[in-house]
């Protein structure tokens, strides 16, 4: 069965004075996995509801699978039952008071699903998360890594073919984490149902993703996949958001073709046809360093160095000037020693300064 | 063209704000919340009114009286008679005063008692805790008159005309003062001794979730110990004193048994006897202004009080989180309040009891020798010399119908209360934040504004005729029900808010996300998870109802009677003995009901219980 396509359109809902989601359109191809990304409090979760009926917009429409599910045009709003989807809640809401089995069976209990049938899903479903021979256990009996595989599987238990999951893994702890990332992507792949992930975690978007959503204040930033999400960050926002440690983000003027002048030095950048006030972004990564002067080289003390196993940042200075830059692996350089940075040309993201756009896309 | 896709569009723009209307009609919530607003007018609101119209029309006892009116017409007749009147002042005035001297007595009694015991409690070394503790809870299974019985058969004595001497001067041969025996000071001491119970789980509460940090960072500051005491433990305490003040003046304003137990007999006249007195002798309209005037004061300074305070739920019990604060030594003084504590507690939780036990086996009142000793009050057979034939209470087929009224009220009322609780606790909480959620929540407050008599006053107003489609149900037993469930309201409320609180509101979306319709998410989700709450709304209902006097006294009827009015009715006549013996069965009945609930809350709910934390 070809797995829905959602389409959300201007979609509006505001608590009071507060605007949580701002006249969001998106649109989520068949099958994929996205994620919505953003900042505490940017409307993710309430996108997310929206989606899934528990919150009604105050505008817009959201089609799921061809079916309008919403339209406050023509009054339509389909209860969230109705919607063939599965959530996920970031605090799991596993049901107190009944055992795993009647967790799971709950959905298909009401759906009239014979009792064979029932047991069936169950195993499978149990299986699907690893947590075979859980059925009698409460809630209350379980860690929380394992009650959040047992929230996975009252969902796929009664195959929805939309998965929305709201930081499904922000409660468990790091190591758990990964396995978790791990599993869920596997799921994914298997199930093709379409999936809105909910995080504010950049490494779990970068790693599960087909596409990431990048939110502020209740608008879509950049709507794109890991990579160009990443590389060609659409706004100073989201290149500010996205990637660790932090990109560096130099004030500066277009000062002659291809050259942007940022305090003392030149830049070479890919300037198009800009010109007057930008910011450039640049990755710690794509600086080199290098250990004597060299061509182009300016010259830098490191300032600090942080090792981190993988690889090492360094905090360069130059004056009241901070970079970071991101060498693979254990660097030699030591504080305060003298070293020369190079910028590659064509890896410096162009902003304009007002409107915080890109300039130097493609 | 233009002109038809117009009129399709306006046509459309209608159809969906009717769907959007619709679809917010049937949102659970909403749906409950309107039924509920229904419900709370039909029990209040129009009452109150059609009380209030009453008062201000013409009725056929008044055609005598004022002669050119004729039935049905407006008039102010009762309003100016009993407010200005040449008998204003013995109806309206006196008794208003007493009211208030009794509750502001009893209230000021309560408060030094309740939350200095209290204190002692949580924050001295006193020995004896638990038991204290223990004992402390013993006025809430007692009628609220227990004490004032005790406290006649003791005190009672010869100074009052037709008296007959109490235990006192029996023994000593002095006859206490009629301002011993009966008025405002031996009223003002029972309702105080009965209502401390509340200033002292309120306050031991407050004091219990008291962060002593706060008081430790007082201490660092350099604080003085009077300093802290006044600065940052009694602002912390004040809402726990205030809600305190709240319930017992709103009690002991609209109290009945005290009143009538040891004011009536020697012409001391509260609002709540006047009323009664008023009623009785079906001169409604002239009760109702009683009522109203009753309604107002009690209203009045429940509001001044909250505007005080600023708190709008002070009434809100205060959950105590139980941090070890400093305990203070109590040294030289801690003999002295240990004795105190002892007195105090014998003499409410005990000796009324082994009084009014021992005063059933006396055959005549005002003897008191062992030659006076009888099980006639209990066992013996009819007797025309003794309570005017009536047999022993054991029986007494009069008895064990009250006895089974009062039971089956009571587990009516509990259960119905328990519900309604439950439905609003779903309605206020789902709605928070709507103006729906509020208008709910404060017509549920209403009933607690309303002093009891006056409340059931509220009630002969309206159901003595048939009413919205409602038959008449003045004189029977559902009338009874309703009324005890009405009054209640504002405890089930609370109850059923606060359980509801503590269900996630995702527990309930999750269900409705695997498709779950309103209907099963109640009885599979909430209902399952708010047991707990509804079975503690059930236990105090069922205990507030069984010894309920004062809102249904003017209510019952021979058929209907329960066992705490007849207590009132075996006073009246003179039978002291067979009402103080009714009301230990009354106790005892509380007593079984307790353990009976109790256990049930322990047993099978217990795994609810558990696994809705
Ligand atoms: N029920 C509500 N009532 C009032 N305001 C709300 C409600 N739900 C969300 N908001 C507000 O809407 C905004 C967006 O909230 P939302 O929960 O969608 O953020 P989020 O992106 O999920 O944040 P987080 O990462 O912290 O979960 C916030 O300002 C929040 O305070
Ligand atoms: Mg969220």
């Given at each position: 069965m070809p797995k829905p396509t959602i389409i959300i359109e201007n979609v509006t809902k505001t608590f009071g004075d507060v605007v949580a989601v701002d006249d969001l359109s998106l649109e989520i191809d068949s099958g994929q996995f996205i994620t919505l990304l953003g900042p505490s409090g940017c409307g993710k979760t309430t996108l997310l509801r929206c989606i899934s009926g528990l919150e009604e917009p105050d505008n817009g429409e959201i089609v799921i699978a061809d079916k309008i599910v919403f339209s406050r045009k023509k009054g339509i709003s389909l209860p969230p039952?109705?919607?063939?989807l599965g959530l996920v809640f970031q605090n799991y809401a596993l049901w107190p008071h009944m055992t795993v089995y009647k967790n799971i069976t709950f959905a298909l209990e009401i759906q009239k699903m014979s009792k064979e049938d029932m047991d069936q899903r169950v195993k499978e479903s149990l299986a699907q998360v690893q947590m075979d021979g859980y059925e009698e256990r409460y809630p209350r009996e379980m860690s929380g890594g394992q009650q959040q595989r047992i929230a996975l599987a009252r969902m796929l238990?009664?195959?929805?073919?939309v998965f929305l999951l709201d930081?499904?893994?922000?409660?468990?702890d790091a190591r758990l984490r990964i396995d978790m990332r791990t599993e869920l992507k596997r799921l994914h792949h298997d199930s093709k149902a379409t999936t809105v992930y909910v995080t504010h975690d950049q490494l779990e978007a970068m790693t599960m993703s087909t596409k990431i959503a990048v939110m502020k204040l209740g608008v879509v930033q950049q709507f794109d996949t890991p990579n160009q999400v990443y590389h060609y960050p659409s706004k100073l926002f989201v290149a500010d958001f996205i990637g660790n440690p932090k990109i560096n983000l130099l004030e500066g003027r277009v000062s002659g073709k291809d050259l942007v002048q940022v305090g003392k030095f030149h830049v070479p950048v890919n300037t198009k046809d800009a010109s007057g006030e930008v910011v450039l972004g640049i990755r710690p990564e794509d600086i080199e360093i290098s250990l004597e002067p060299v061509e182009h080289g300016e010259e830098f003390i490191a300032y600090s160095v942080l090792p981190s196993g993988a690889d090492t940042t360094i905090i360069a200075r130059q004056g009241e000037f901070e970079l970071s830059v991101k060498e693979i692996g254990v660097s030699s350089i030591e504080m305060d020693q003298k070293i020369w940075l190079c910028f590659r040309k064509d890896t410096i993201n162009l902003y304009d300064k007002q409107t915080e756009n890109l300039i130097n896309a493609g | 063209m233009s002109t038809y896709s117009l009129a399709e569009a306006q046509d459309s723009l209608w159809l969906a704000r009717l769907r959007r209307f619709f679809r917010w009609l049937t949102t659970p919530y909403v749906f409950l919340s309107l039924i509920m607003v229904v419900v709370m007018f039909y029990l209040v609101i129009i009452p109150l009114w059609s009380m209030f119209v009453t008062t201000i029309t013409v009725s056929e006892l008044d055609l005598r009286v004022i002669p050119e009116a004729s039935l049905g017409d407006m008039t102010s007749y009762h309003w100016r008679r009993m407010?200005?009147?040449?008998i204003a002042k013995i109806m309206t005035y006196e008794p208003l005063v007493n009211s208030l001297v009794i509750s502001l007595g009893a209230t000021f009694l309560a408060l030094i008692m309740g939350g200095g015991m209290a204190w002692l409690v949580v924050?001295?070394?006193?020995?004896g805790k638990e038991i204290i503790h223990m004992l402390a809870t013993v006025p809430y299974i007692m009628p609220s008159w227990t004490i004032s019985l005790a406290w006649k058969v003791i005190f009672k004595s010869t100074s009052v005309s037709g008296g007959v001497p109490g235990l006192l001067q029996f023994f000593t041969g002095i006859a206490p003062p009629i301002w011993l025996s009966n008025g405002a000071l031996p009223i003002i001491i029972a309702c105080g001794l009965h209502y401390y119970t509340f200033y002292f789980l309120f306050v031991s509460a407050a004091l219990l979730s008291i962060d002593s940090s706060l008081e430790e960072a007082g201490d660092l500051a350099g604080a003085s110990r009077g300093r802290i005491l006044r600065k940052i433990t009694f602002p912390l305490v004040l809402p726990a004193i205030a809600s305190g003040f709240i319930m017992t003046f709103s009690k002991t304003m609209g109290t009945f048994g005290g009143p009538n137990v040891l004011g009536v007999p020697v012409g001391y006249y509260t609002l709540s006897t006047m009323l009664r007195s008023n009623m009785g002798i079906g001169n409604y309209g002239d009760g109702f202004v009683t009522a109203i005037v009753l309604i107002l004061f009690s209203m009045t300074t429940v509001m001044i009080n909250q505007k005080l305070i600023g708190?709008?739920?002070?009434y809100e019990t205060i959950g105590g989180r139980g941090f070890m604060a400093q305990k203070m030594k109590l040294r030289g003084w801690r003999p002295v309040f240990i004795v105190l504590i002892v007195i105090v507690q014998f003499s409410i939780a005990i000796l009324p009891l082994a009084v009014l036990i021992y005063s059933t086996f006396m055959l005549r009142s005002g003897n008191y020798s062992l030659s006076n000793f009888t099980l006639h009050h209990w066992i013996g057979q009819s007797d025309l010399s003794i309570n005017q034939g009536d047999p022993g209470i054991l029986l007494n087929k009069a008895i064990y119908r009250a006895a089974w009224n009062s039971i089956r009220l009571s587990l009516w009322a509990s259960f119905i209360g328990g519900v309604i609780g439950v439905i609003l606790g779903y309605a206020i909480v789902k709605g928070r934040g709507t103006r729906l959620s509020k208008i709910v929540e404060q017509l549920a407050f209403i009933p607690y504004l309303i002093p009891g008599i006056a409340f059931g006053a509220v009630y002969i107003s309206m159901f003595t005729k048939s009413f919205f489609g409602l038959p008449p149900l003045y004189g029977t037993f559902a009338l009874l029900v309703v009324v005890s469930v009405a009054k209640h309201i504002p405890h089930s409320s609370r109850t059923g808010v606060s359980s509801m609180m503590q269900v996630g509101s995702e527990l309930e979306e999750a269900a409705a996300i695997s498709g779950a319709n309103a209907w099963q998410r109640f009885k599979r989700i909430i209902f399952p998870l708010t047991s707990p709450g509804f079975v503690s709304a059930f236990l105090l209902n069922f205990i507030t109802t069984m010894r309920e006097l004062s809102l249904i006294i003017l209510l019952v009827t021979p058929a209907t009677a329960v066992l705490s009015s007849m207590t009132m009715r075996y006073i009246e006549n003179g039978n002291e003995q067979q009402a103080n013996a009714v009301i230990i069965v009354l106790i005892v009945l509380v007593l079984i009901g307790n353990a009976i609930i109790s256990r049930f809350r322990g047993g099978s709910l217990k795994k609810g219980l558990e696994s809705s934390k």
């Amino acid at each position: 069965m070809p797995k829905p396509t959602i389409i959300i359109e201007n979609v509006t809902k505001t608590f009071g004075d507060v605007v949580a989601v701002d006249d969001l359109s998106l649109e989520i191809d068949s099958g994929q996995f996205i994620t919505l990304l953003g900042p505490s409090g940017c409307g993710k979760t309430t996108l997310l509801r929206c989606i899934s009926g528990l919150e009604e917009p105050d505008n817009g429409e959201i089609v799921i699978a061809d079916k309008i599910v919403f339209s406050r045009k023509k009054g339509i709003s389909l209860p969230p039952g109705q919607r063939d989807l599965g959530l996920v809640f970031q605090n799991y809401a596993l049901w107190p008071h009944m055992t795993v089995y009647k967790n799971i069976t709950f959905a298909l209990e009401i759906q009239k699903m014979s009792k064979e049938d029932m047991d069936q899903r169950v195993k499978e479903s149990l299986a699907q998360v690893q947590m075979d021979g859980y059925e009698e256990r409460y809630p209350r009996e379980m860690s929380g890594g394992q009650q959040q595989r047992i929230a996975l599987a009252r969902m796929l238990a009664y195959r929805p073919s939309v998965f929305l999951l709201d930081e499904p893994l922000s409660n468990l702890d790091a190591r758990l984490r990964i396995d978790m990332r791990t599993e869920l992507k596997r799921l994914h792949h298997d199930s093709k149902a379409t999936t809105v992930y909910v995080t504010h975690d950049q490494l779990e978007a970068m790693t599960m993703s087909t596409k990431i959503a990048v939110m502020k204040l209740g608008v879509v930033q950049q709507f794109d996949t890991p990579n160009q999400v990443y590389h060609y960050p659409s706004k100073l926002f989201v290149a500010d958001f996205i990637g660790n440690p932090k990109i560096n983000l130099l004030e500066g003027r277009v000062s002659g073709k291809d050259l942007v002048q940022v305090g003392k030095f030149h830049v070479p950048v890919n300037t198009k046809d800009a010109s007057g006030e930008v910011v450039l972004g640049i990755r710690p990564e794509d600086i080199e360093i290098s250990l004597e002067p060299v061509e182009h080289g300016e010259e830098f003390i490191a300032y600090s160095v942080l090792p981190s196993g993988a690889d090492t940042t360094i905090i360069a200075r130059q004056g009241e000037f901070e970079l970071s830059v991101k060498e693979i692996g254990v660097s030699s350089i030591e504080m305060d020693q003298k070293i020369w940075l190079c910028f590659r040309k064509d890896t410096i993201n162009l902003y304009d300064k007002q409107t915080e756009n890109l300039i130097n896309a493609g | 063209m233009s002109t038809y896709s117009l009129a399709e569009a306006q046509d459309s723009l209608w159809l969906a704000r009717l769907r959007r209307f619709f679809r917010w009609l049937t949102t659970p919530y909403v749906f409950l919340s309107l039924i509920m607003v229904v419900v709370m007018f039909y029990l209040v609101i129009i009452p109150l009114w059609s009380m209030f119209v009453t008062t201000i029309t013409v009725s056929e006892l008044d055609l005598r009286v004022i002669p050119e009116a004729s039935l049905g017409d407006m008039t102010s007749y009762h309003w100016r008679r009993m407010l200005i009147g040449q008998i204003a002042k013995i109806m309206t005035y006196e008794p208003l005063v007493n009211s208030l001297v009794i509750s502001l007595g009893a209230t000021f009694l309560a408060l030094i008692m309740g939350g200095g015991m209290a204190w002692l409690v949580v924050r001295t070394d006193i020995p004896g805790k638990e038991i204290i503790h223990m004992l402390a809870t013993v006025p809430y299974i007692m009628p609220s008159w227990t004490i004032s019985l005790a406290w006649k058969v003791i005190f009672k004595s010869t100074s009052v005309s037709g008296g007959v001497p109490g235990l006192l001067q029996f023994f000593t041969g002095i006859a206490p003062p009629i301002w011993l025996s009966n008025g405002a000071l031996p009223i003002i001491i029972a309702c105080g001794l009965h209502y401390y119970t509340f200033y002292f789980l309120f306050v031991s509460a407050a004091l219990l979730s008291i962060d002593s940090s706060l008081e430790e960072a007082g201490d660092l500051a350099g604080a003085s110990r009077g300093r802290i005491l006044r600065k940052i433990t009694f602002p912390l305490v004040l809402p726990a004193i205030a809600s305190g003040f709240i319930m017992t003046f709103s009690k002991t304003m609209g109290t009945f048994g005290g009143p009538n137990v040891l004011g009536v007999p020697v012409g001391y006249y509260t609002l709540s006897t006047m009323l009664r007195s008023n009623m009785g002798i079906g001169n409604y309209g002239d009760g109702f202004v009683t009522a109203i005037v009753l309604i107002l004061f009690s209203m009045t300074t429940v509001m001044i009080n909250q505007k005080l305070i600023g708190t709008r739920r002070s009434y809100e019990t205060i959950g105590g989180r139980g941090f070890m604060a400093q305990k203070m030594k109590l040294r030289g003084w801690r003999p002295v309040f240990i004795v105190l504590i002892v007195i105090v507690q014998f003499s409410i939780a005990i000796l009324p009891l082994a009084v009014l036990i021992y005063s059933t086996f006396m055959l005549r009142s005002g003897n008191y020798s062992l030659s006076n000793f009888t099980l006639h009050h209990w066992i013996g057979q009819s007797d025309l010399s003794i309570n005017q034939g009536d047999p022993g209470i054991l029986l007494n087929k009069a008895i064990y119908r009250a006895a089974w009224n009062s039971i089956r009220l009571s587990l009516w009322a509990s259960f119905i209360g328990g519900v309604i609780g439950v439905i609003l606790g779903y309605a206020i909480v789902k709605g928070r934040g709507t103006r729906l959620s509020k208008i709910v929540e404060q017509l549920a407050f209403i009933p607690y504004l309303i002093p009891g008599i006056a409340f059931g006053a509220v009630y002969i107003s309206m159901f003595t005729k048939s009413f919205f489609g409602l038959p008449p149900l003045y004189g029977t037993f559902a009338l009874l029900v309703v009324v005890s469930v009405a009054k209640h309201i504002p405890h089930s409320s609370r109850t059923g808010v606060s359980s509801m609180m503590q269900v996630g509101s995702e527990l309930e979306e999750a269900a409705a996300i695997s498709g779950a319709n309103a209907w099963q998410r109640f009885k599979r989700i909430i209902f399952p998870l708010t047991s707990p709450g509804f079975v503690s709304a059930f236990l105090l209902n069922f205990i507030t109802t069984m010894r309920e006097l004062s809102l249904i006294i003017l209510l019952v009827t021979p058929a209907t009677a329960v066992l705490s009015s007849m207590t009132m009715r075996y006073i009246e006549n003179g039978n002291e003995q067979q009402a103080n013996a009714v009301i230990i069965v009354l106790i005892v009945l509380v007593l079984i009901g307790n353990a009976i609930i109790s256990r049930f809350r322990g047993g099978s709910l217990k795994k609810g219980l558990e696994s809705s934390k």
